[in-house]
């Protein structure tokens, strides 16, 4: 377990009313330094390394650092993209996409970037490869990358061998579906999200109307509930037989739902939740909250103890109106983080934008 009291690079800030503390990392190597977006966990299983984002208002492209707790240093590697990044819970190491190819590199100051694999030239042609994934997740044995890609005016959907072998595509869609997630049980099933398309050529925008949807290798996609709804921020279960998500209006409801029925367990979190995230085991939830969404809004982090009903909160942030909280999705995104050890969010709680994370054994004492 990391001793933050012992840590020079972190400042505890606590919450004056639930006496919470998070370790704010105050040791800066950029102007914003933020938290993954919730879907990927940013810290190896052992808790030696945490990767994060770092961006330099007013460029729009963002970095990535990590922290060694153990040599107690901050690396920045201005090399790297955040885009899609995944950290591999064994050996630390971070993958990002850089226009069609995948690439990855240690966390130590001697590592050097290597690339994984790309997209074949002959399927990109002369097209721009807007995006190549929302956020990379890797197969449940371990072989492969999924990719939600952006090409041209198409959305190319397939998985990316790590050892360098060809793509496979598994589907080509029209309209823009993203948030593509392999199962963390089966390595030939994927879960992915309908999202707001704005046509490139006319500008006009389409709605979503039916979000959560799964794909199997070699099988047309499918809805995952029984009747289309607009869901939102969407993740897997750990046992690969249920995906969580929040229900967009009626409160913001966190759903848990059975991908076999589309069955859904309604779970009450705290009003107008816009994210959350489980433990792998469904027992304690995290999640912020809002009174209006928008870039930068005044947000709230919660906890959830399900075995004792109790809800802590975590943190508040007020309202970053200007450049940075309209352009860099400072939203806190809380997650749980190296087999539930930690929870880890972005926090403005000090004005600045900050990364902070905070032990789960003090959240739990926290809400017995």
Known sequence: ?????????????????????SYVLTHRVAPVQQGFYFVNDSMSADGRYLWFYCAFPPALHRTLAVIDFVEQEVRHFPETNAAGAYVDPDSGDVFWCEGASVWRRGPRAEDLPICVNQLPPELVGGRHVAGLASHLTRSADGKE????????????????PLDGGPFQPWW?????????????????????????HNDPITGLRFPITNRLWMITRGEAPRPILREPRFVSHEWWDADGEHVWCVDVGNNNETWRVRIAEGEVEKIVFPRQCWHS?????????????????FRGCASTVHFMNRDTGKIIVVAEHDERADYVGRSYHIDPHPRFCSNDQYVVFTTTARNEIDLAIIPVEDLIEKSL
């Open 172 to 196: 080509r869609f029209d309209r823009h579906h993203n948030h593509a997630q392999f199962s963390p049980t089966d390595p030939n099933t994927v879960l992915f999200a309908q999202e707001f």
């Open 145 to 160: 990358l999924f990719l939600d890609a952006k090409v041209g005016l198409s959305y190319i959907f397939g998985s990316l």
């Open 277 to 293: 995230h489980s433990s792998r085991d469904g027992r304690w939830i995290v999640g912020d909250s809002n009174n209006g969404f």
């Open 1 to 21: 377990m990391i001793n933050f009291n012992e840590s020079t690079l972190f400042t505890p800030v606590t919450h004056p009313r639930s006496g919470v503390t």
